[in-house]
């Protein structure tokens, strides 16, 4: 089964293909369908592999040599093995059930054939990004789910503003992509290798003359690419902003997958980490940071997919203050587990959406409760997973995180558990305020509230069990003695010594967050169970403003850069370069004219010209043989 | 060689076809049918010696058969088998001796073997003599044209002059070293050199310079590739001149190679003038035919880095060139036959018109501008990089980036022509799907040289 | 005369002095006779004189006419053969020792030139009527 591998991406793009060309002629039906069994059948042979590889079995299986030059080999291999063939599970099964729910949420659209070929392009990428045996392929697919991105952002270029949050999230992006590339040349220069197997097994070896600061140079490179895919400080101002694409495109790339590329890419390098403790300091600090500042602005908002973004921002967050303490197993962990629930989230929020006819504003909903039953019931189960109800799965992995926190330093769990607070609260506050109270919409919307048909249902259905039972692979040592997950990724994914906690601390911590978490949900169903949307002054409207983010760009990178640029335009560009290249292009055109001179059609004078070329290169051989 | 005899057997029958038969349609196809089998007989001459093994000496050591001469002769008789196949309907219009100008082709052949294999510098000048002789007759054959008689005129003349400086060189050679015979002439283990061997190597250089028409040596290209009939240009232009080209680097790799020192500086001042002038003087032609003469100037530029080198990549990637440019260039041809205006403006509108024919030409011209995943590029590509191999040439191989930047301006007026411009370009005859296979197959293969160049040099 | 031999002798370019004696003595000769007619020679100019002697007969319009490709045909094919009949020369000289190979090799050689024969035959080179 491993050394079908291929077939993983191959699926995808092969509904790439069929749905990318024939987009024009394809019923739209039939869009939705390939895209979907694509996927499946991925899910399928990535069913097969994960449990290959679960009885022991990884390999490096290469298709061909890619790259091959002088020393440097690049062969396009695929990477099997344990954390590979996890997040395989995780991208073609919630890609696919994503698949599904667009079939019914994507009906009406116009482009439907194109939106599936795109959704299969990405799925395409990531699992290059995933499966790839060496920085290069993960590098192709880390731009390819990129361009995807871009490209389902603005999926509805119409609007002015949707395509400016797709540029946006594009610069950002490859900004960070910037980073991630001076790394891997940095890792080139020094090892001479792009694969992982070399480039680790000389890390491991450690007879690699390599000064401590190269590590941390190279890791803090890969974590600025980290920053930009994954959202963190100070590059996650695109992900609120791409909320601007489809519901099922947030749930599928901007919650569940693309965005935990960078967790993917630095656990995958965790051996490198491990050698780099300074570069795993910033990372706690920032995830740290992200993880306080995005929660604090998901406090005030009102666009339901708003507050679920910048939770999403804060989720990552909490999954770097894991790799921050070297825990990269439990970042993992929370990966998993917070593709499930957010998932749900945002497929539950489209549901929403989907039956207000396109209204996102949660001041304008309430009491949804009454007419859709099955979105009401799983939306409170992601909220209850996400905020940390006990014996869900955000309990556990947040409860690993937290733990882990500890152990690396308090300050950055009391951070945590504040963090973790503000989950609770805007959670709750999300979920009553449209589900409970009464209906603030207009009339008309009233009338047409529906519960979503079974496409979309289902795959809420699958994803609330998942957020339920999701979190048992990873029971904390505490209550089992054996950490499914940890043990699996453990073959290749290597955590950072840590000092282990006492069994007592970790009940007292659980026990402190659990309550606290409790404690949060409630007030944050009480004080929304009865709304007042008075206008929000001080904190609160900063909190409503972002901590006015977009602004403070603006000022100082944006405007400059634009200033900057607009000198470049009408100095450098016209004058200068413009000069240059046109003066070039006359230049040729005119020798062009004058040498043409030469052809002027009288054998006597090509002869001369012939004879006249002979004297001197005789002169000049001639010369030559004396010296 | 089995070869060389079989061409010429081959051209005097096809020679008496004209009399057994007048179906202008018949003459093409036995004219195809016998460049089958000569291409046959090549392949026979190829199986039948062992790859890597050594050379054998003919007829007094005045031929030398080698593998990888053999090859060549091979890819060049399947070029022209190609070349009859796109082209043949056109040959047939020039005028009324169709069977005669095939012959001649096949006779030309006949040179292209002889200078392929030839081990003594008589036998160089004999192939030489082959290879023009026809091409005279050829670039006069549309009579009528005054711009054709012209052509051949021009071509013969200066040609006879050039046949002089030839036999000169020959001549000096002969004197300095006693021998005509190459494999006895005793360059390769002495770095000296006398002053008439120089001389000598000098005058050689001017006589080739002039048959690959390298600058100063190039000026009879433009007139007589315009003037002469089209197909017959297309024919010059390629096969002929690659076979000129493996004749040199045979002689001055093999013979000369030795005391490269005292000849690279020559040719390279002639490689540089011949970049310089082919390209720059392109760029002002309003005829795409012309411009196509320029062009090959310019890629004759190239292939002259493949000599300068002087190193085994040379010698693959001048075989390579040669593949690669003849396919491209008899494929351009092909398609400028089909159409009534040669000048840019004749192409405007055609990826309208005729999208197939369209498609081909870009294609054709991304090769001959050396474009990646095309044939022209991998042709570069190794001609460059033996270059760089040689050590000392990087100055010229910067120049020669640069020229090929100006080169991709004149191939990408025709493409901006065909797709961007309005227009109703006039073909002779609305394309038949025959020819659009054959210019489908020809796109393959020029594609295809540049993803497996390998393939074309498997068998050395 | 003796330096000369001497000098034969030894393989220097003096050894090339008789032949540019001679030479010397060539173009001298050549140019003191025409110098010396062109000096010593009566001259009388008259319009008669210098018109194009044509047998006695005034001369009539211009000798740049055009010819029939015909006389030309004839005559390359002429110095063809006649080219291709002097190897015979060599041959007739080794004829006993070159034997039957030799024999052959002539005989397709002829072979050859009888092949471009029946081929100028056929294609009406030779005939002179239309």
Same mark, same amino acid.
């Given at each position: 089964m491993i050394n079908l591998v291929y077939l993983v991406p191959l699926f995808p793009l092969i509904g790439f293909l069929i749905n990318g060309l024939g987009w024009r002629k394809l019923p739209k039906a039939a869009g939705g369908i390939i895209g979907s069994i694509a996927v499946l059948a991925s899910f399928a042979v990535s069913l097969g592999i994960f449990f290959e590889v679960k009885d022991g079995a990884s390999q490096t299986v290469t298709l061909f040599e890619f790259i091959h030059s002088g020393k440097l080999i690049i062969p396009f291999a695929f990477q099997v093995d344990n954390l590979s063939a996890l997040f395989l599970l995780i991208i073609t099964g919630i890609g696919f059930l994503i698949h599904v729910y667009s079939t019914s949420y994507m009906h009406d659209d116009e482009g439907v054939v194109k939106y599936f070929a795109y959704l299969n392009l990405f799925v395409f990428s990531m699992l290059l990004l995933v499966l790839g045996a060496n920085y290069l392929i993960m590098f192709i697919g880390w731009?390819?789910?990129?361009?995807?991105?871009?490209?389902?952002?603005?999926?509805?270029?119409?609007?002015?503003?949707?395509?400016?949050?797709?540029?946006?999230?594009?610069?950002?992006? @490859?900004?960070?992509?910037?980073?991630?590339?001076?790394?891997?040349?940095?890792?080139?220069?020094?090892?001479?290798?792009?694969?992982?197997?070399?480039?680790?097994?000389?890390?491991?070896?450690?007879?690699?003359?390599?000064?401590?600061?190269?590590?941390?140079? %190279?890791?803090?490179?890969?974590?600025?690419?980290?920053?930009?895919?994954?959202?963190?400080?100070?590059?996650?101002?695109?992900?609120?902003?791409?909320?601007?694409? $489809?519901?099922?495109?947030?749930?599928?790339?901007?919650?569940?997958?693309?965005?935990?590329?960078?967790?993917?890419?630095?656990?995958?390098?965790?051996?490198?980490?491990?050698?780099? $403790?300074?570069?795993?300091?910033? %990372?706690?600090?920032?995830?740290?940071?992200?993880?306080?500042?995005?929660?604090?602005?998901?406090?005030?908002?009102?666009?339901?997919?708003?507050?679920?973004?910048?939770?999403?921002?804060?989720?990552?967050?909490?999954?770097?203050?894991?790799?921050?303490?070297?825990?990269?197993?439990?970042?993992?962990?929370?990966?998993?587990?917070?593709?499930?629930?957010?998932?749900?989230?945002?497929?539950?929020?489209?549901?929403?959406?989907?039956?207000? !006819?396109?209204?996102?504003?949660? @001041?304008?909903?309430?009491?949804?409760?009454?007419?859709? @039953?099955?979105?009401?019931?799983?939306?409170?189960?992601?909220?209850?997973?996400?905020?940390?109800? $006990?014996?869900?799965?955000?309990?556990?992995?947040?409860?690993?995180?937290?733990?882990?926190?500890?152990?690396?330093? $308090?300050?950055?769990?009391?951070?945590?558990?504040?963090?973790?607070?503000?989950?609770?609260?805007?959670?709750?506050?999300?979920?009553?305020?449209?589900?409970?109270?009464?209906? @603030? !919409?207009?009339?008309?919307?009233?009338?047409?509230?529906?519960?979503?048909?079974?496409?979309?249902?289902?795959?809420?259905?699958?994803?609330? %069990?998942?957020?339920?039972i999701g979190g048992y692979v990873g029971l904390p040592e505490i209550m089992s003695e054996h950490h499914m997950l940890g043990s699996f990724l453990s073959k290749v994914v290597t955590n950072a010594e840590s000092h282990h906690l006492e069994h007592g601390t970790e009940w007292m911590l659980m026990g402190i967050s659990t309550v606290l978490a409790l404690i949060m949900m409630i007030v944050g169903y009480v004080t929304n169970k009865k709304p007042n949307f008075a206008e929000n002054k001080g904190l609160a409207k900063v909190l409503e403003n972002k901590w006015y983010m977009d602004e403070l760009y603006d000022a100082i990178v944006v405007r400059p850069i634009e200033a900057f640029s607009r000198f470049a335009d009408r100095v450098i560009e016209r004058m200068g370069i413009d000069g240059i290249v046109n003066g070039v292009g006359k230049l040729v055109k005119l020798g062009s004219d004058r040498i043409r001179m030469i052809q002027s059609g009288q054998v006597g004078f090509y002869i001369f010209v012939m004879v006249l070329g002979m004297i001197l290169l005789f002169a000049i051989g001639i010369f030559g043989f004396i010296n | 060689m089995k070869a060389i005899i079989a061409a010429t057997i081959l051209g005097v029958i096809m020679m008496f076809s004209s009399i057994l038969m007048k179906d202008k349609k018949a003459i093409i196809t036995i004219a195809a049918l016998l460049l089958a089998v000569l291409l046959g007989v090549n392949i026979w001459d190829v199986m039948a010696t062992k790859k890597g093994s050594n050379f054998t000496f003919l007829f007094n050591n005045m031929i030398l058969i080698s593998r990888e001469g053999l090859w060549f002769n091979m890819l060049m008789t399947g070029c022209t088998f190609l070349y009859v196949l796109l082209s043949g309907k056109d040959i047939a219009r020039v005028g009324t001796h169709t069977a005669e100008y095939f012959a001649l082709i096949f006779f030309i052949l006949t040179g292209v073997y002889l200078l392929s294999s030839y081990n003594n510098l008589l036998i160089l000048f004999i192939g030489i003599e082959i290879l023009s002789i026809p091409q005279y007759i050829l670039a006069g054959s549309d009579k009528k044209n005054l711009k054709s008689s012209e052509a051949a005129l021009k071509y013969f003349l200066m040609g006879a002059f050039t046949t002089g400086i030839l036999m000169m060189g020959v001549t000096l050679l002969y004197g300095s070293t006693g021998t005509f015979e190459l494999t006895r002439m005793d360059f390769i283990h002495q770095s000296s050199v006398n002053g008439m061997s120089l001389a000598g190597i000098i005058f050689l250089i001017i006589a080739f310079g002039f048959k690959v028409s390298a600058a100063p040596m190039h000026t009879w290209t433009p007139d007589v590739y315009d003037g002469a009939p089209t197909p017959f240009t297309a024919f010059m232009a390629t096969i002929v001149k690659s076979a000129a080209f493996y004749a040199f680097i045979r002689l001055f790799q093999n013979t000369f190679g030795g005391i490269s020192n005292h000849w690279t500086i020559v040719l390279s001042i002639i490689t540089a003038l011949t970049l310089f002038i082919g390209n720059l003087t392109a760029v002002f032609q309003q005829s795409v035919k012309r411009m196509l003469a320029y062009s090959s100037i310019a890629q004759a530029g190239f292939m002259l880095f493949a000599i300068l080198s002087n190193n085994a990549v040379a010698s693959q990637g001048i075989i390579i060139y040669a593949v690669a440019y003849s396919v491209a260039t008899i494929g351009m041809f092909a398609v400028l036959m089909k159409l009534k205006d040669y000048t840019y403006d004749g192409f405007n509108g055609l990826a309208k018109k005729e999208p197939v024919l369209a498609f081909v030409t870009t294609i054709f011209l991304l090769s001959l501008a050396g474009i990646p995943l095309t044939g022209g590029f991998m042709a570069k590509y190794f001609v460059l990089q033996a270059a760089i191999m040689q050590g000392q040439l990087f100055w010229l191989v910067i120049f020669a980036l640069l020229m090929a930047a100006i080169s991709a301006y004149y191939y990408f007026r025709v493409i901006i022509a065909m797709y961007f411009k309005q227009g109703n370009p006039e073909l002779h005859e609305p394309l038949s799907s025959g020819d659009k296979f054959m210019l489908a197959l020809t796109c393959v293969l020029v594609v295809l040289i540049g993803i497996a160049p390998q393939l074309f040099l498997a068998s050395i | 005369m003796n330096f000369l031999l001497l000098a034969a002798e030894q393989n220097t370019p003096f050894n090339y002095l008789p032949i540019a004696l001679q030479l010397l003595i060539a173009v001298g000769f050549v140019g003191i006779m025409m110098g010396a007619t062109h000096l010593l020679g009566p001259k009388r100019r008259t319009k008669d004189k210098l018109i194009n002697f044509e047998s006695g007969i005034p001369s009539v319009g211009n000798a740049r006419q055009p010819m029939s490709v015909k006389y030309f045909l004839v005559a390359i094919l002429f110095v063809l053969f006649d080219v291709e009949v002097i190897f015979f020369y060599p041959y007739a000289v080794n004829f006993r020792e070159l034997g039957q190979e030799g024999f052959l090799a002539v005989l397709m050689f002829v072979g050859f030139f009888l092949c471009g024969f029946i081929y100028i035959l056929k294609k009406g080179a030779l005939k002179w009527e239309d």
């Open positions: 731009e390819g789910v990129g361009l995807c991105s871009y490209l389902l952002i603005g999926f509805w270029f119409k609007k002015r503003e949707y395509t400016n949050a797709a540029k946006k999230a594009f610069v950002m992006n @490859r900004i960070g992509d910037l980073g991630f590339l001076v790394g891997m040349l940095m890792v080139l220069y020094n090892f001479g290798t792009l694969t992982y197997n070399d480039f680790f097994g000389m890390l491991k070896g450690g007879n690699v003359a390599i000064s401590s600061s190269t590590y941390n140079w %190279i890791a803090i490179c890969f974590f600025i690419g980290a920053t930009g895919k994954s959202a963190q400080i100070p590059l996650y101002t695109w992900l609120p902003d791409a909320m601007a694409g $489809p519901t099922p495109v947030s749930a599928l790339i901007h919650a569940a997958t693309m965005v935990t590329a960078g967790i993917y890419m630095i656990a995958r390098s965790g051996v490198l980490y491990n050698l780099a $403790p300074f570069t795993l300091n910033i %990372i706690s600090i920032i995830g740290t940071a992200t993880a306080l500042i995005a929660a604090s602005i998901a406090l005030k908002q009102y666009d339901i997919k708003k507050v679920l973004a910048y939770s999403t921002v804060s989720q990552l967050g909490f999954m770097f203050i894991a790799i921050g303490a070297g825990a990269y197993t439990t970042a993992v962990f929370h990966v998993m587990t917070h593709a499930f629930f957010k998932a749900l989230l945002f497929l539950g929020s489209g549901s929403v959406i989907h039956a207000m !006819g396109g209204e996102q504003d949660i @001041r304008k909903m309430g009491g949804l409760k009454k007419h859709m @039953r099955i979105t009401q019931l799983t939306f409170l189960i992601g909220c209850l997973a996400i905020s940390g109800f $006990p014996f869900l799965s955000g309990f556990f992995s947040k409860d690993e995180i937290l733990a882990s926190a500890y152990a690396n330093n $308090p300050i950055i769990w009391a951070c945590g558990v504040l963090g973790a607070m503000m989950t609770a609260f805007y959670m709750f506050r999300v979920y009553t305020l449209t589900f409970e109270g009464s209906f @603030r !919409g207009t009339h008309e919307q009233e009338h047409h509230l529906h519960e979503s048909p079974a496409a979309i249902t289902i795959p809420l259905v699958i994803l609330a %069990i998942l957020s339920i | - | -």
